[in-house]
T-cell receptor, first 111, second 115 residues
Framework: GDSVTQMEGPVTLSEEAFLTINCTYTATGYPSLFWYVQYPGEGLQLLLK?????DKGSNKGFEATYRKETTSFHLEKGSVQVSDSAVYFCALSGPGQNFVFGPGTRLSVLP | DAMVIQNPRYQVTQFGKPVTLSCSQTLNHNVMYWYQQKSSQAPKLLFH???????NEADTPDNFQSRRPNTSFCFLDIRSPGLGDAAMYLC??????????????FGPGTRLLVL
């Protein structure tokens, strides 16, 4: 079945550091790919998405590119802030199918 | 702003005492989902409604039930909560289940504590 693998962390960075959170997937067909962010005690918020190969999703300084050849959707941000501290979930969804989430990556950004 | 609302944000219940969690949406989406999430693990889908059609996940315990009386509201009923049911319960909606419609929008969650 479909699956998502992501680095589990925790990832600890200093403010203004470069962030990469790796996400790779296994899927039949051509799923849509998502990154969600969850702040402490809150629900999941859609961060960005991409629906086809080579699409780049971007939002709030975060970017991820749908790479079909490497089955990856790595999340990047050039300069993280303390307020980016959260858990990040990579997910995929095929037409008519349930979401498949990765295990989540906890990010802590230190001032 | 269009949104997904969950009430209450925190719910305390006693072992074995039925509890109902509620979700409402102003997005006018066709699909509503209920997830269980423990300790920042990935959310686990319990069931979803596509309009009035109920779709239960195979491993969802019978203790969990759901109702969707209209497009805007969906309820999660836990008939006899056990200690293992303490978790965050997340409601989500999507416009549909097909390509381009599947993006899910989540509410803030209800944290359930079972004493």
């Amino acid at each position: 079945g479909d699956s998502v693998t992501q680095m589990e962390g925790p990832v600890t960075l200093s403010e203004e550091a470069f962030l990469t959170i790796n996400c790779t997937y296994t899927a039949t067909g051509y799923p849509s790919l998502f990154w969600y962010v969850q702040y402490p005690g809150e629900g999941l918020q859609l961060l960005l998405k991409a629906t086809k190969a080579d699409d780049k999703g971007s939002n709030k300084g975060f970017e991820a590119t749908y790479r079909k050849e490497t089955t990856s959707f790595h999340l990047e941000k050039g300069s993280v802030q303390v307020s980016d501290s959260a858990v990040y979930f990579c997910a995929l969804s095929g037409p008519g199918q349930n979401f498949v989430f990765g295990p989540g990556t906890r990010l802590s950004v230190l001032p | 702003d269009a949104m997904v609302i969950q009430n209450p944000r925190y719910q305390v219940t006693q072992f074995g005492k039925p509890v109902t969690l509620s979700c409402s949406q102003t997005l006018n989406h066709n699909v509503m989902y209920w997830y269980q999430q423990k300790s920042s693990q990935a959310p686990k889908l319990l069931f979803h409604y596509y309009d009035k059609d109920f779709n239960n996940e195979a491993d969802t315990p019978d203790n969990f039930q759901s109702r969707r009386p209209n497009t805007s509201f969906c309820f999660l009923d836990i008939r006899s909560p056990g200690l293992g049911d303490a978790a965050m319960y997340l409601c989500a909606t999507s416009r549909g289940r097909g390509a381009g419609e599947e993006t899910q929008y989540f509410g803030p969650g209800t944290r359930l504590l079972v004493l």
